[in-house]
């Protein structure tokens, strides 16, 4: 990922195809090998609060609250949803022009799954988590479920988790806006 190289790997959702999220031509190679119009948005993963705060100008209070909430048993705001949750924040910064959306968002997770997050840690930056299909088509929850098209594009397929066979969901998807705003855009 450092030489511009895109991977697939497994996820705290589904298997994901990933490259450095400051890498406007690795981003670029992402949306091409989805076959995926590069107005649709792709989110990044990252493996801590510090992390996600070099990518965001200026992450909202309820958006530490709702981190907080999700990290914990108890319920904010009547929100609690206990999966891997992606947050759409403005004022994204630090990125590949290319992976922010026109209103200047970005959709981040800060990922707890052992994989992911310790991928995220080692590479020290952010990472593009993208579903492992092409545009239109089923989410890779497995390995097995990744076609072979896809398999072909990437410059390297991570081992872990390749023998797993259980059922795995996208995250679901929250839009934060700075003036306090919430909207629940996938449950």
């Given at each position: 990922?450092r030489?511009?190289?895109?991977?697939?790997?497994?996820?705290?959702?589904?298997?994901?195809?990933?490259?450095?999220?400051?890498?406007?031509?690795?981003?670029?190679?992402v949306?091409?090998?989805?076959?995926?119009?590069?107005?649709k948005?792709?989110?990044?993963l990252?493996?801590?609060?510090?992390?996600?705060?070099?990518?965001?100008?200026?992450?909202?209070?309820?958006?530490?609250?709702?981190?907080?909430s999700?990290?914990?048993?108890?319920?904010?705001?009547?929100i609690?949803?206990?999966?891997?949750?992606?947050?759409?924040?403005?004022?994204?910064?630090?990125?590949?022009?290319?992976?922010?959306?026109?209103?200047?968002?970005?959709g981040?997770?800060?990922?707890?799954e052992?994989?992911?997050?310790?991928?995220?840690?080692?590479f020290?930056?952010?990472?593009?988590?993208?579903?492992?299909?092409?545009?239109?088509?089923?989410?890779?929850?497995?390995?097995?479920?990744?076609?072979?098209?896809?398999?072909?594009?990437?410059?390297?397929?991570?081992?872990?988790?390749?023998?797993?066979?259980?059922?795995?969901?996208?995250?679901?998807?929250i839009?934060?806006?700075?003036n306090?705003?919430?909207?629940?855009?996938?449950?």
């Amino acid at each position: 990922m450092r030489k511009g190289g895109v991977i697939l790997y497994p996820t705290d959702t589904v298997w994901g195809i990933g490259c450095d999220a400051t890498n406007a031509e690795a981003v670029k190679r992402v949306y091409e090998i989805k076959q995926r119009d590069d107005s649709k948005a792709l989110i990044c993963l990252v493996d801590s609060d510090a992390r996600m705060q070099r990518y965001i100008r200026n992450v909202p209070e309820v958006a530490w609250q709702l981190i907080d909430s999700l990290n914990s048993p108890q319920e904010l705001s009547g929100i609690c949803n206990p999966r891997p949750t992606t947050l759409v924040l403005d004022g994204a910064i630090n990125l590949a022009p290319n992976l922010i959306a026109e209103d200047g968002s970005i959709g981040i997770r800060i990922t707890n799954e052992p994989f992911s997050k310790e991928l995220c840690y080692r590479f020290q930056k952010a990472i593009v988590s993208t579903s492992a299909n092409i545009s239109g088509e089923p989410a890779a929850q497995n390995y097995c479920d990744i076609d072979q098209r896809i398999l072909d594009a990437v410059d390297y397929v991570c081992w872990s988790r390749r023998q797993e066979h259980k059922p795995h969901t996208p995250s679901a998807i929250i839009r934060l806006r700075e003036n306090g705003e919430v909207a629940i855009i996938r449950k």
